[in-house]
């Protein structure tokens, strides 16, 4: 409705938050408001959130260098440990990405430490199993991925793994697979009888 030429900064964080969550369709809109946003209020109480949500679009728009920026600049607003685990391990999915696994990895065991939330973990062993498969240690991403699919979440009736999580994306969506095989290596290489 025209609301960003009413003059308030914040209608610009709230719309260019509304547009990287509606649809990828929106993703290069939905950046250059919080990019606007964000010059004209650096300072502001919801530049926190529009770094976050800037980064998820850059890294959606397979822009990685900006997306890590992006991330880093969150995390310097951020205090409360688990949305800084949060960051982390959504910078460490980035950094892999682009092909640096000694950082991602270490930016994975950095969430590892911070969080105390089950899906925050999980994502975050879920991706260091990824990273140290690349790296070349199979055993060790192994049991990291046993131990990111020992997580469960929904109602007893239709546990689900973290990857099944609603707010989890995969960018290229084929990455999905990788994780997937991963555990699904992890699980047989745990069973009792052949035909397991």
């Known amino acids: ?8 900064v914040r209608l610009l964080f709230l719309l ?9 369709s929106y993703l290069p809109e939905g950046r250059s ?3 606007q946003a964000l010059e004209q209020a650096p300072d502001s109480p919801l530049a926190g959130e529009a770094w ?22 969150a995390l310097a607003l951020e205090w409360e440990p688990e949305l800084q685990a949060t960051i982390v391990t959504n910078r460490a999915e980035s ?11 270490r930016d994975y065991r950095l969430a590892l430490a911070l969080s105390r939330s089950a899906t925050t973990q999980a994502l975050a062993y879920w991706g260091l ?13 192994l049991e990291l991925a046993r131990r990111a699919g020992s997580f469960r979440f929904g109602p007893p009736s239709h546990l689900v793994v973290a990857l099944d999580l609603p707010s989890v994306y995969f960018t290229p969506d084929y990455e999905e697979h990788y994780y997937r095989a991963l555990s699904t290596m992890a699980e047989a290489a745990s069973a009792a009888t052949p035909n397991e």
Request: glycine share 10%; proline share 3%; net charge negative.
């Open 1 to 8: 409705a025209d609301g960003q030429t009413l003059g308030d």
């Open 16 to 24: 260019g938050d509304a547009l990287v969550k509606a649809d990828k």
């Open 33 to 35: 408001s919080l990019q």
């Open 52 to 73: 976050f949500s800037l980064a998820v679009a850059e890294g959606k728009l397979r822009h990685h260098p900006a997306e890590r920026a992006a991330y880093t600049r």
């Open 95 to 105: 950094t892999m990405a682009a092909g640096d696994l000694a950082l991602a990895m």
């Open 129 to 141: 199993a990824v990273a140290t498969e690349r790296d070349g240690d199979l055993p060790s991403a």
